[in-house]
């Protein structure tokens, strides 16, 4: 299980300066359970780098550099809590990326190659690790082949992934960001059965903050003032514009 923030703002911005230094401290401390790697994708403009190590983020000087210092209009931050069984290790740490895209993932699916099915053999030459994680975002991609990677059809695969999966597939939580040189699209979808297995009561609930200059999504476990981002829900947030809007997860008919 993991710890998910993406933060956008409407010029360049350090996470420090976003969060404020008691928040980034109490979203830096979580990495005490969630010490099996943490890994970033900052963006300015459409150029978008990741970076990630397979430690705490609380040990780690490269996290403290990223948070402190690397100033960006788009922060994606993962840290991770590794599923018992899969290794820790470089090749299991978010964000994956295919090309301008980058991807972080909070829950589980069971088996973790369970996910396999639902891509293409193109997509499945490219999996380097062990991780459902980084299947699932691979299925996503599958679902958007062929098509122009434009909101609506990110929007729409994305989507079709996580309904096929809830149907079809055995799950924690679905909980994930995709980002994108022009979005970055939230997706909250977990099993309300099981959360009373997890460290808190709403431990698979994903929250939100609007506020001027800046949209801040966050894992629970830290923080305050949050709107709670509805189960079964996406949140879409123009990079350009800051505007967001907030959907039921739906399967387009779009095919454009």
């Known amino acids: ?12 911005t350090t996470l420090e300066q976003v969060l404020g230094e008691s928040n980034l401290a109490a979203f830096a401390a979580l990495s005490s359970l969630h010490a099996d790697g943490w890994g970033s994708a900052v963006a300015q403009g459409a150029h978008i780098e990741t970076q990630s190590e397979p430690t ?11 948070a402190h210092v690397e ?20 090749v299991n740490t978010h964000p994956f990326t295919h090309g301008d895209i980058a991807f972080v993932h909070n829950g589980s699916i069971t088996p973790p190659s369970a996910a396999e099915s639902l891509i293409s053999p193109e997509f499945l030459s490219e999996i380097k690790g062990q991780t459902d994680s980084e299947r699932f975002f691979y299925a996503i991609l599958t679902s958007l082949e062929g098509r122009e990677p434009t909101v609506e059809n990110l929007i729409d695969a994305f989507s079709r992934t996580l309904t096929t999966i809830t149907s079809s597939l055995t799950y924690s939580s679905l909980n994930s960001v995709l980002l994108t040189p022009e979005y970055f ?25 609007i506020e001027p200059g800046s949209v801040v ?6 923080g305050a003032d949050w709107q709670t981002l509805p189960n079964r829900h996406l949140l879409v947030v ?3 514009t800051l505007a967001t809007r907030i959907q039921p997860l739906a399967v387009s008919t779009s095919t454009a």
């Open 1 to 12: 299980m993991c710890r998910i923030l993406a933060c956008a703002t409407s010029a360049p």
């Open 185 to 209: 699209i939230v997706g909250c979808c977990f099993d309300e059965t099981g959360d009373g297995a997890m460290p808190e009561p709403d431990y698979f609930h994903l929250r939100y903050r």
């Open 56 to 66: 705490s983020a609380k040990s780690s000087t490269r996290f403290a550099q990223m």
């Open 71 to 90: 100033a960006a209009d788009v922060h994606l931050v993962h840290l991770r809590w590794a599923t018992p069984g899969l290794e820790v290790s470089d």
């Open 238 to 240: 123009d990079r350009g």
């Open 217 to 222: 999504v966050a894992s629970t476990g830290w």
